[in-house]
Every structure is written in structure tokens, then in C-alpha cells.
């Protein structure tokens, strides 16, 4: 019996660490920072692609919000993202204001303080994603906002018109790095607070995520 006992013991044992193994295989390569090398230049040097970047992004951002459990979290900065690279395909104001393709909105100077500030207490989440689960809730969000079919954040009769999206800025209220409850530039007349967003059958509140709509189409849209 004792023998059978301790059986069942490492058998279980070989379990939980092949587990962990396989939890460790999906985490991208934990990346520092070198002396002289911007955070971007670690990235690009280590072979990140595009939906890695978007991924770690996705990932250190939905827990500088407080809420890096939550997938509606993480899918709605997926969205986000992704509206300012669709936008920015089409539109070359857009595209200065915001950057150019995935890389350059991730790393556009003063937007994700998690990528680029090395001063942010969250940019080593973006170096070195350890958190298994939410590795795979920003990963999942990624694949489905580069898909590109669905974006909940698709509204108005214009944005369905044109399959785009407007809202292209957003807030974390709850963040240890945010100013205050609104966003500084919420008297903006060039933005238009959305409020509480629907998502699929739930709704991710504003007290989470407060998104912000271009109040009127790019008017250089090349479409």
C-alpha cells in the first residue's frame, strides 16, 4: 500500500511539473534591458513580431489597469490598439498622431507607458510576461482583435458603414499611474467620451476602462 501511495505521490508530482512546463513553454523569452538599448530596440532585437508585441502589450497594460484578470480587460486594449493601426493604415493623420502599424503605436512616444517608460513599475510585465494564465487571456485578445471580424467597439452607423472604429483613446481610472478619475484630455472637443461598452453578452463599465471617440471621421480617410 505504501508503495502504491507513493506511486500516485511522484505520479502526481510528474503531473503539476509537466504542467508547469507547458505553462512555461507558452510565455514569450523574458527579455532585460541593456545598457544604451531603448525597450523597443530589446524587442526588435530579441525577433519580436508584431502579435507579440500587441500580446505583451495587451498583457503589461490590462495590469496597470487593476484588473489583468478580467478578458474584457484585455480584449478591449486589444481593440483599441488595433483601431489605431486600421485607422492608421487609411489615414496619414491618424498615423502621425498615433504611429504607424503595430510597432509603431506600441511604441509611439508618450501613449503605453508600460513599453516604453523604463521608468514604469509595469514595463517589466512587458519584458517578461510570467503570469501564465494572463499571458494566454492577452494572447487570446491579440489573435481575435488581429482577426479583425466582431470589434465590439464598432458602433455607430458610420463605423459599421466603413468597418472601422472611432475610438482610439482610452483610460485606466483604477491605474496606480492615473491622475485622476477622467482622463486629463476628456474637455477635448476632438474626442467624445463612449461610456460603458457593450461586449458580447457582458459590459465592460467605464470604472475600468473609460474610451474616448474621434468626434468626427479622419479627414484625409482614404476610403
Not at 496606480?176 to 463599465?205: C, Y
Request: with cysteine; aromatic share 8%; net charge positive.
Amino acid at each position: 500500500m505504501e508503495k502504491s501511495r507513493g506511486l500516485r505521490v511522484l505520479t502526481f508530482a510528474a503531473i503539476l511539473l509537466l504542467g508547469t512546463r507547458v505553462m512555461a513553454s507558452e510565455l514569450p523569452a523574458c527579455l532585460s534591458l541593456t545598457p544604451g538599448w531603448t525597450i523597443e530596440s530589446v524587442l526588435v532585437a530579441g525577433g519580436a513580431e508584431p502579435p507579440e508585441l500587441l500580446t505583451r502589450l495587451v498583457y503589461a497594460e490590462s495590469i496597470s489597469t487593476g484588473f489583468g484578470h478580467d478578458p474584457l480587460v484585455h480584449q478591449a486594449i486589444a481593440w483599441g490598439v488595433m483601431n489605431r493601426v486600421r485607422l492608421g493604415d487609411l489615414s496619414p493623420s491618424v498615423q502621425r498622431t498615433y504611429g504607424r502599424g503595430i510597432q509603431g503605436v506600441v511604441f509611439k512616444k508618450g501613449q503605453f507607458n508600460p513599453a516604453l517608460s523604463e521608468r514604469s513599475q509595469f514595463s517589466r510585465e512587458f519584458l517578461c510576461p510570467e503570469d501564465g494564465e494572463r499571458w494566454r487571456l492577452a494572447r487570446a485578445a491579440a489573435e481575435t482583435a488581429l482577426n479583425g471580424r466582431g470589434n465590439p467597439l464598432i458602433m455607430t452607423g458610420w463605423e459599421r458603414e466603413h468597418n472601422l472604429s472611432l475610438i482610439v483613446n482610452f483610460y485606466y481610472p483604477q491605474s496606480v499611474q492615473a491622475k485622476g478619475p477622467i482622463a486629463p484630455w476628456e474637455g477635448n472637443k476632438a474626442l467624445t467620451f463612449v461610456g460603458d461598452v457593450p461586449m458580447g453578452e457582458k459590459v465592460l463599465p467605464a470604472s475600468r476602462v473609460r474610451f474616448y471617440r474621434l468626434a468626427h471621421p479622419p479627414a484625409d480617410l482614404k476610403r
